[in-house]
């Protein structure tokens, strides 16, 4: 179940600003209830603005091998908001180490 | 897959003329430089003490080096660090005109050799530097942003402070007070201003934009966390050593030299296990300015060791075109073909939106300048660095060769760069 909720991308071996646009591009294309998973090698700094204007919700977390993912959901889809954090809790909080 | 065009917020963003216009009048230095230096001749480029190599070093440093390091913070203070400037391109343009001004004086004093111009030039570059560490330093200090960078550019600000300021003393020293003995102020302004802003500067801007645009993992956090710190305080020791007990202070510049050469290594290690491992003409300008930044390093430790080696003067001459031309020419020009490429596409990206442009030919960032052409600027950087070093050694030989080719160089630059600013300004009047 958790799994048809997921949308995922992978940005880890891209460059600017192709993390951002692709990120962004695949955040408007959720569906209702669904939630994206960014993985990234680094904190992605310009991303945070532009989701909070977008109006997503988002939580950044540490994977063991040290690598960033961040949750995004659209802000007023509880459904998605509930099964982001559920996934994101899985995994450490991110600190800037 | 071709990224999808998207709205993005440039609220954080300064407008493009404010980097730019330091982008594009840093390599005219770097020309300048070159040309000054054959018509002094080699007969008056032979030793540091010289005006001909004071007026070309300074236009390298101020001219070029700072030009471009200005620039690059008006832009990146922003985007990387969250903080907004107040009035950025009014600022940018004064800043900016201070600077060129200030350098151009400070050229003349030294060529001339006439108190009124070096008088001159202190008050013109105090205003330019003095107000760059004012709105930079004020916008750093109160970031809310805790990233290594921002440390690490606190301490390169506080290091162009301290080299202005004795620079300030040396200008003193010039017009006829007896404050400071001029030749130890000197060692102290060079190792403020390279090792300090320059050195300092360039670590903390590598922390973000290496894994950002070079595709690589991020460096340690104890090592982004400490360098800083330990290249301030080995200046600090080094500086009062200098000063008080000159017999010791080899032992705090074998700490400064070590500080950049593990960060040379560990960069270059980065760099090697690259997440993307496509050419890339950016990383190969690092590879160079990397390679200078640790051949400089260790020319230094082997003049301290066996001094009888190297002539002190050819020391210094060659110390200089390794850290100058070598490292810091080909580190910043790996970083301006990174930046101005990003900051182009954004630019273009959000005025097409604007525009209610949709679909559209936004050129890729490797597009922007073509692959090619900023290969080219890395041979011509690469032969112009040998042949300098060479022609500092043999001056009958390669002196003109080294410096014509050192022009080239820098032209080519220019000429890269506002092909770029040319490709942004016809799809803007398109729109």
Redesign the interface.
Known sequence: MQHDVERSIDVSTLGPPEPLVLTLAAAEQLQAGEYLRMRHRMKPCLLYDELARRDYGHDTRRTVDGMCEVFIWRRGDAAAATAARQAANALAPWTDA | ?R????L??L??TPPLAAPLRFFLTAPLFGVAAALLAMWIGPGHMGSRWQPGVLAFTHLLTLGYLAMVMFGALFQLLP??V?VRLRWPLPIARAIHLLLVSGTLLLVTAFLSDADEWFVFAAVVLTLALGAFILVIGHALWNACS??DTVCAMKLAVTSLAVTLLLGLLLVLAQVGSDFAPRDLLIDLHLAWGLLGWVGLLLAGVAY?VV????????YA?RLRRWLPWAVLLLLIVWSLSFLHLPRLAWLPGVGLAAAFMVFAVVTLQLQRRR??RLPDVTVDFWYVGLLSLLGAALLWLVHQVAPQLIHPQLFHLWWGALVLVGAGGALISGMLYKIVP?LI??HL?NRMQEAGKWQGDIPT?RQVIAERHARRHLRLHVAATLLLLFGLAWPQLMFYPALLVLAVAYGQQLWNLLAAARLYREILNGL
């Open positions: 897959m990224p999808s065009t998207v993005l917020s609220e954080q985007v990387l969250g805790v990233h973000q894994p950002m645009f070079q595709i690589t993992a991020e956090p997440l993307r990003f596409w954004l990206n960032m």
